[in-house]
Nanobody
Framework: QVQLVESGGGLVQAGGSLRLSCAAS????????MGWFRQAPGKEREFVAS????????YYTDSVKGRFTISRDYAKNTVYLQMSSLKPEDTAVYYC????????????WGQGTQVTVSS
């Protein structure tokens, strides 16, 4: 099994930055892609960013392009989401997710970390 543990959320003023971390442990060799999602109060969970576990292509939702960057530390099996120029509408619980090889969707989820952006 794979375990995902997020960290790095918090309260920040608009225009500020935060870096979220997602540490993967266990059978990490089974992971094909990692993603970040978020869910704001009263809204559905939405895709934010993703990257192949082996590196290469990254994808972002339009609202975060140019402000957020997904990256990975191979030695630490950790995926990061660097968030800059934060806006109040970025306020949400952010979830790390993993898609295992052969899966057609993200099937493993972290516990979530709260990000609050004040205006």
């Amino acid at each position: 099994q794979v375990q995902l543990v997020e960290s790095g959320g918090g309260l920040v003023q608009a225009g500020g930055s935060l870096r979220l971390s997602c540490a993967a442990s266990g059978r990490t060799f089974s992971i094909s892609a990692m993603g970040w999602f978020r869910q704001a109060p009263g809204k559905e969970r939405e895709f934010v960013a993703s990257s192949r576990w082996s590196g290469g292509s990254t994808y972002y939702t339009d609202s975060v392009k140019g402000r957020f960057t997904i990256s990975r530390d191979y030695a630490k099996n950790t995926v990061y989401l660097q968030m800059s120029s934060l806006k109040p509408e970025d306020t949400a619980v952010y979830y790390c997710a993993a898609q295992r090889s052969g899966a057609t969707r993200y099937d493993l989820w972290g516990q979530g970390t709260q990000v609050t952006v004040s205006s």
